[in-house]
């Protein structure tokens, strides 16, 4: 059994201690500048991407995307500018050979990067699908890693200026801070009358979406929005959240048909009360209005152990006047005062007063019954109007062309990561781009959490500093359990030796002589009688009384008895 243990010891100690070997071996891995290219081609739908980014080309990163070097607006100076740090590397886990992501490293500091399309995205009979993947390595408490797709516009199209108030058509992914979790879609609706720009917001979805903060996985986030209006958020390949563009934003995209009017104001005889004090009520005769709502209690009679000659508090005897007490200045020192300890005893000290009782003619002020109001016109309202604001956007899909992509963000937490981005109009590639990205790397994170040290990593949640600490908690148990074997095989041994020791301690009396003359060879004399006839075999009744005498106790201070030989 101690064998056991100690193999099962060595094993569960070579097992995390090779795992942590194994991590460390990932991490050196080296950057390829190679691109992985999904496996079905993209020749075949070329005319369909606008913009295809997995950042594992290094050379093309550095010559497609672009940092900030702006200043935020209306801020203090010292937080304004876009200084956040943005580093193309590999995934802390889960990593594949040669694949690298867009990683934001620093935290609490504005950071903005952006990309052109190859071609402009026009609203115009094809859908839009935006798709890419976010991991918050570290969680997030406090963020967004929301993609804003950028508007085309003549006079913004710096991206070296990209910041908070660059247009943009919309604006999508997670956002989290505390409790408040969202996943945004925003458009940017242009009024056909004005010309001005409002936000509309997607209504929250119902599902739950807490967990792609704090479970460190990469995720992958889809929108698509259709020419006829309709739209369908995705997370993890799953619809959560679908619906339509005139329905389900706030605030809507047409205003109402009718308004309220400004000028319209409530009529001086208008009377909105719907219930009024009866007009022919009146107050009873004995209604008594004046009466108090309690009474003393004439019945009430002083207890009989009660002292009204000792006052229920009395100065404190132990109290000393302080020596810097200025009677001139403070006035005669009166000792603190402390309850009466005569009284503690009894019910009670001092004048007595008899309690009060609730006063059976307490009626109140009498106020007449409500009744209903015949005069009653209903709440007032203002009238409608036509909304001088009115249209009718039956087409809201027709949104600004967009130019580029890019991350504006603030964030809590640092080394989130971004990787597979797709801009395309075709869903049938964003499902492909997903299969040979996302699905691939989904299933080999499944397959290592079922591993024992995949399974060890997540209840760790993948934080190297809890290994040892993780160590010592498994293999505390088992050791405790083995000390605990050795210590009671060390007992049964001494326990052993013990028993055997015993008989000699009592044949010192004489009785160890009894197992010598046992061990000899039995005399081929003996069962012989003097006569020289040897003596008949033993019954089986005599048998059976040398056995039992054989194995009676030994009486304490005797040695073992010698078995005499019956002769006739």
């Known amino acids: 059994m101690i064998r056991l243990v100690t193999y099962a010891t060595l094993f569960l100690t070579g097992t995390v201690c090779g795992g942590a070997n194994a991590h460390d071996d990932v991490h050196g891995i080296g950057i390829s500048d190679t691109v992985s290219e999904p496996i079905y081609k993209q020749e075949k739908f070329a005319d369909s991407i606008y913009l295809l980014e997995n950042f594992n080309d290094l050379e093309r990163f550095k010559q497609k995307w672009i940092i900030s070097e702006t200043k935020k607006n209306n801020i203090d100076e010292e937080i304004a500018k876009y200084d956040g740090k943005w580093m193309v590397e590999e995934p802390k886990r889960n990593m594949e050979e040669g694949d690298l992501g867009l990683v934001l490293k620093s935290k609490a500091r504005h950071a903005a990067i952006s990309a052109p399309l190859s071609r402009p995205f026009r609203f115009e009979d094809k859908p839009l699908v935006v798709q890419y993947e976010v991991n918050f390595q570290e969680g997030q408490e406090c963020g967004g890693a929301y993609l804003k797709l950028l508007a085309l516009d003549s006079e913004q199209r710096n991206l070296k200026e990209f910041h908070d108030k660059t247009p943009y058509s919309i604006m999508f992914g997670p956002d989290k801070c505390g409790n408040d979790v969202k996943l945004h879609f925003i458009f940017r609706h242009k009024n056909p009358l004005n010309g001005s720009y409002e936000e509309k917001h997607c209504k929250k979805s119902k599902d739950r979406l807490d967990d792609i903060f704090t479970d460190k996985l990469p995720h992958l986030y889809t929108l698509t929005v259709r020419p006829d209006n309709t739209f369908?958020?995705?997370?993890?390949?799953?619809?959560?959240?679908?619906?339509?563009?005139?329905?389900?934003?706030?605030?809507?995209?047409?205003?109402?048909?009718?308004?309220?009017?400004?000028?319209?104001?409530?009529?001086?005889?208008?009377?909105?009360?719907?219930?009024?004090?009866?007009?022919?009520?009146?107050?009873?005769?004995?209604?008594?209005?004046?009466?108090?709502?309690?009474?003393?209690?004439?019945?009430?009679?002083?207890?009989?152990?009660?002292?009204?000659?000792?006052?229920?508090?009395?100065?404190n005897p132990e109290s000393t006047r302080p020596e810097d007490w200025d009677v001139e200045m403070d006035g005669e020192w009166e000792p603190p005062k402390i309850p009466n300890p005569k009284c503690a005893q009894i019910s009670g000290c001092g004048p007595y007063k008899q309690r009060l009782k609730t006063n059976p003619r307490y009626k109140g002020k009498w106020l007449p019954p409500l009744v209903n109001n015949p005069n009653y016109k209903g709440k007032w309202k203002p009238r409608l109007v036509h909304n001088p604001e009115y249209f009718n956007d039956e087409h809201p899909f027709g949104m600004t062309p967009i130019f580029a992509v890019g991350f504006e963000l603030w964030s809590m937490s640092p080394d989130i990561l971004f990787d597979n981005i797709l801009v395309t109009d075709n869903e049938e590639v964003a499902e492909k781009w997903a299969e040979d990205t996302f699905e691939v790397r989904r299933t080999k994170i499944a397959a290592e959490n079922e591993t024992f040290w995949g399974r060890a990593m997540r209840s760790m949640n993948h934080k190297p500093g809890w290994w040892s600490l993780y160590f010592l908690y498994c293999i505390t148990p088992v050791i405790a359990y083995v000390w605990y074997l050795l210590k009671r095989s060390r007992e049964d041994k001494h326990d052993t030796k013990s028993e055997d020791?015993?008989?000699?301690?009592?044949?010192?009396?004489?009785?160890?002589?009894?197992?010598?003359?046992?061990?000899?060879?039995?005399?081929?004399?003996?069962?012989?009688?003097?006569?020289?006839?040897?003596?008949?075999?033993?019954?089986?009744?005599?048998?059976?009384?040398?056995?039992?005498?054989?194995d009676k106790p030994l009486a304490s201070g005797d040695g073992p008895r010698r078995r005499k030989i019956t002769k006739e």
Request: net charge negative; no cysteine; proline share 13%.
């Open 232 to 315: 369908d958020i995705k997370v993890d390949n799953k619809v959560v959240n679908s619906g339509s563009l005139l329905d389900d934003f706030v605030p809507p995209v047409n205003p109402p048909l009718e308004v309220e009017d400004p000028t319209d104001t409530q009529p001086s005889d208008w009377d909105d009360r719907e219930k009024i004090p009866d007009p022919l009520a009146k107050k009873p005769e004995d209604w008594d209005e004046d009466a108090p709502a309690q009474i003393v209690d004439e019945e009430d009679a002083m207890p009989e152990d009660w002292a009204e000659d000792e006052s229920p508090a009395i100065p």
């Open 501 to 550: 020791e015993e008989p000699l301690r009592l044949n010192d009396e004489g009785g160890d002589e009894m197992d010598k003359d046992e061990t000899k060879d039995p005399d081929p004399k003996e069962g012989i009688s003097d006569s020289g006839v040897a003596e008949p075999d033993e019954t089986e009744e005599q048998s059976e009384r040398k056995d039992s005498d054989r």
